[in-house]
C-alpha cells in the first residue's frame, strides 16, 4: 500500500531554510495532491500548504511568504522549503495525500507520513 | 480562514458507552454542486500521525468499524461513537477541505472513564 516517509534534519538554526522530503512509496505521485501540514507542541494542526501532481501550488497566506512546495516525479517526491525560521516553526511536520473520487470531489487526507519533529535552535 | 471549533475539548466515556464530539465552522462548508459537506473527522493516537476515519461529513473510510458515525451539515457537525473501545482512546480532530486555507479543529480528547 501506498507509503508516505518524511526526511530532513530535525534541527534548524533561526533565520535559516528548514528543508524537508517527502518520499511516495507503493504508489505513483501522480493524480493526487500532496500537502504538507504541521503541529506545534501542544497546539492545532496548521496547514501549510499543497502541490498537485501537475505542479500547481496552493500555499496557506500566514506562511505564502516564506514557503515553497516542488515535486519531484521521478523520485517519487516532493519537499517543504520554509525560509527565514524562528522558534515559531518549532513542529511536527507532517507529509499526506489528498485522495479524490471518480468525480473528482476531494475526500480528504487519506495516507499521512510520520511525522518528522523539527526544532528551530541556535 | 474558516475556524474549526470543537466541543469538548476533553471527554471521559465508560467502556461501552455513547462518546459525542462537536465540530462547528465558521462558514458553511456545504457545497452545493455536489451536495457534499467537505469535513472531516481523524482520529490521533499517542506518538502516531493523524487517520482519516470520516469523510463528507458522514461517510466512514474503508476499514474503519461501524461504531463510528458522522453527521450534520453546513456549520454543525457530530461525530459519534455508539459503543466506545479501549482502542478508540485518541484525540480526534475535524477539518474543512471545503476552501483554502484548510482547517482544523483544536481536538477533542476521548478518555476512558
Known amino acids: 500500500q501506498v507509503q508516505l516517509q518524511e526526511s530532513g534534519p530535525g534541527l534548524v538554526k533561526p533565520s535559516e531554510t528548514l528543508s524537508l522530503s517527502c518520499t511516495v512509496s507503493?504508489?505513483?505521485?501522480?493524480?493526487?495532491?500532496w500537502h504538507w501540514i504541521r503541529q506545534p507542541p501542544g497546539k492545532r494542526l496548521e496547514w501549510i500548504g499543497d502541490m498537485y501532481s501537475s505542479g500547481s501550488t496552493n500555499y496557506n497566506p500566514s506562511l505564502m511568504n516564506r514557503v515553497t512546495i516542488s515535486g519531484d516525479t521521478s523520485k517519487n517526491q516532493f519537499s517543504l522549503q520554509l525560509k527565514s525560521v524562528t522558534a515559531a516553526d518549532t513542529a511536527v511536520y507532517y507529509c499526506?495525500?489528498?485522495?479524490?473520487?471518480?468525480?473528482?470531489?476531494?475526500?480528504?487526507?487519506?495516507?499521512w507520513g510520520q511525522g518528522t519533529m523539527v526544532t528551530v535552535s541556535s | 480562514d474558516i475556524v474549526m471549533t470543537q466541543s469538548p475539548d476533553s471527554l471521559a466515556v465508560s467502556l461501552g458507552e455513547r462518546a459525542t464530539i462537536n465540530c462547528k465552522s465558521s462558514?458553511?462548508?456545504?457545497?452545493?454542486?455536489?451536495?457534499?459537506?467537505?469535513l472531516a473527522w481523524y482520529q490521533q493516537k499517542p506518538g502516531q500521525s493523524p487517520k482519516l476515519i470520516i469523510y463528507?461529513?458522514?461517510t466512514r473510510e474503508s476499514g474503519v468499524p461501524d461504531r463510528f458515525s458522522g453527521s450534520g451539515s453546513g456549520t454543525d457537525f457530530t461525530l459519534t461513537i455508539s459503543s466506545l473501545q479501549a482502542e478508540d482512546v485518541a484525540v480526534y480532530f475535524c477539518?474543512?477541505?471545503?476552501?483554502?486555507?484548510?482547517?482544523f479543529g483544536q481536538g477533542t480528547k476521548l478518555e476512558s472513564k
Open positions: 499526506a495525500r489528498e485522495m479524490f473520487d471518480y468525480n473528482g470531489a476531494g475526500i480528504g487526507f487519506d495516507i
Open positions: 462558514q458553511s462548508v456545504f457545497y452545493s454542486s455536489n451536495n457534499k459537506n467537505y
Open positions: 463528507w461529513a458522514a
Open positions: 507503493g504508489g505513483s505521485i501522480s493524480g493526487y495532491s
Open positions: 477539518q474543512q477541505y471545503y476552501s483554502s486555507p484548510y482547517t
